[in-house]
């Protein structure tokens, strides 16, 4: 199982970027696919979720901002983040969960200037 995860940039605050995750070795339509993010200094705390039934669930502080969805076909989460603020920035990761193990991808850094 690999994730590859792509996206992260630098964005200027009100910015958007979309953060894409693409699974090999396991299918995410039948598996909860999560976005966690880790600031410098600080704990990796979950972002945004998305189980096999396509319900999602979202940090509160970025609730109305961010929208997690997948495509089957193509095997891929994305996080669309729109109205980026500053405390964003954080090398977000993405994780599939199975029911032997969680499979992470490798992180991919996000920088929004104020």
């Known amino acids: 199982v690999q994730l590859q995860a792509s996206g992260g940039g630098l964005v200027q605050a009100g910015g958007s970027l979309r953060l894409s995750c693409t699974a090999s070795g396991i299918s995410i339509s039948i598996n909860p696919m999560t976005w966690y993010r880790q600031a410098p200094g600080k704990q990796r705390e979950l972002v945004a979720g998305?189980?096999?039934?396509?319900?999602?669930n979202y940090k509160d502080s970025v609730k109305g901002r961010f929208t997690i969805s997948r495509d089957n076909a193509k095997n891929t989460v994305y996080l669309q983040m729109n109205s980026l603020k500053p405390e964003d920035t954080a090398v977000y990761y993405c994780?599939?969960?199975?029911?032997?193990?969680?499979?992470w991808g490798q992180g991919t850094e996000v920088t929004v200037s104020s």
């Open positions: 998305i189980s096999s039934d396509g319900s999602t």
């Open positions: 994780k599939v969960a199975t029911s032997m193990r969680d499979f």
